[in-house]
């Protein structure tokens, strides 16, 4: 089974410049998942989606950034104008169903795109 | 306000010993919490979970204790091995909640030296 892919892989940006990720979730993952991990901390939840539906983006600087999961499948987060606070690596996960704890509904996560705003 | 706190940065350990990860919680209502293992340059991975329900959840080398009591759970690991060498995120969740959401740890480095 394949995983979750993320691309690209590393991003180097002026500050004030836009920036776009994508994420292919692991197929009939109908949960996707943006996280923004800053150095020394854990993954924050940015967005969730539910198929194509926003679920939850309360932690989403909507001034600046915006995502989107056309047909339900992959997804891109984008960010503009991009801030020097802005540099994490962002994860991209998805799950079967919502996650709950039970076997088989956790989180699979991507391998991240590190973004530095220089 | 961080839910979840893994107040260790770094623990180290000698290969074959015991490993023991700390995660505290602040946040009664969080009914499952989890293990995730992250090794640089790629993504978490899911490790071993438990319910509120249980006090203890095992899977081979891994062992997982939650005292609701003290919102305090804990990872063992034995025997340790140098591959397991890597960052290790608590996170923790309700299934209240119909969102799914999990809130992380700052995560603490193990090093397992031979």
């Known amino acids: 089974e394949a995983g979750v892919a993320q691309s690209p892989r590393y991003k180097i940006i002026e500050k004030r410049q836009s920036v776009a990720f994508w994420c292919n979730p692991i197929?009939?993952?109908?949960?996707l998942y943006w996280y923004q991990q800053i150095l020394g901390q854990g993954p924050k939840l940015l967005i969730q989606?539910?198929?194509?539906?926003?679920?939850?983006d309360s932690q989403l600087p909507k001034d600046r950034f915006s995502a989107e999961r056309l047909k339900g499948v992959d997804s891109t987060l984008k960010i503009q104008p991009a801030k020097l606070e802005d540099s994490a690596v962002y994860l991209c996960?998805?799950?079967?169903?919502?996650?709950?704890?039970?076997?088989?509904?956790?989180?699979?996560f991507g391998p991240g795109t590190r973004l530095t705003v220089l | 306000d961080q839910q979840v706190k893994q107040n260790s940065p770094s623990l180290s350990v000698q290969e074959g010993r015991i490993s023991i990860l700390n995660c505290d919680y602040t946040?009664?209502?969080?009914?499952?919490f989890l293990w995730y293992k992250k090794y640089p340059a790629e993504g978490p991975t899911f490790l071993i979970s438990i319910s509120s329900i249980k006090d203890k959840n095992e899977d081979g080398r891994f062992t997982v204790f939650l005292n609701k009591s003290a919102k305090h759970l804990s990872l063992h690991i034995v025997p340790s091995q140098p591959g397991d060498s890597a960052v290790y995120f608590c996170a923790a969740g309700y299934r209240g909640s119909t969102l799914g959401r999990l809130y992380f740890g700052r995560g603490t480095q193990l090093t397992v030296w031979p």
């Open positions: 996960a998805s799950s079967h169903q919502l996650t709950s704890g039970r076997k088989g509904n956790e989180q699979f």
């Open positions: 197929s009939g993952h109908a949960t």
């Open positions: 989606f539910q198929n194509n539906g926003v679920v939850d």
């Open positions: 946040n009664s209502m969080f009914d499952y």
